[in-house]
């Protein structure tokens, strides 16, 4: 079966940088577009960043442009979130998620497969 499996949360002081990875099994992860999804404490899961299946197309949220890259290595079936310049706001538990459409979507219900999460906290 399809497992998303992230790493790489912890807590870190606000203008820090982490590095989140999300390793992919159970599918052709280079026919798949991938995206980060970040869910904050009692605030709905938000559009993070997407990349697609071949990482020519990326989106990003403008709350974190400048400051997070995705990239992904196929050969890996690993996709990677480097967020720098921490800010508390970027506090959440963040998600990476899997579909097969060519350009990364922003809503929640386009993604198929999603995986368990990993907590980033941002002190301040």
């Known amino acids: 079966q399809v497992q998303l499996v992230e790493s790489g949360g912890r807590l870190v002081q606000s203008g820090g940088s982490l590095r989140l990875s999300c390793a992919a099994s159970?599918?052709?992860?280079?026919?798949?577009?991938m995206a980060w999804f970040r869910q904050a404490p009692g605030k709905e899961r938000e559009f993070v960043v997407g990349?697609?299946?071949?990482?020519?197309?990326?989106y990003y949220t403008d709350s974190v442009k400048g400051r997070f890259t995705i990239s992904r290595d196929n050969a890996k079936n690993t996709v990677y979130l480097q967020m720098n310049s921490l800010k508390p706001e970027d506090t959440a538990v963040y998600y990476c998620?899997?579909?097969?459409?060519?350009?990364?979507?922003?809503?929640?219900?386009?993604?198929?497969?999603w995986g368990q999460g990993t907590q980033v906290t941002v002190s301040s």
């Open positions: 998620a899997a579909n097969r459409r060519l350009v990364p979507a922003r809503a929640q219900y386009e993604y198929d497969y």
């Open positions: 159970g599918l052709t992860f280079s026919s798949y577009t």
């Open positions: 990349v697609s299946y071949r990482g020519g197309v990326t």
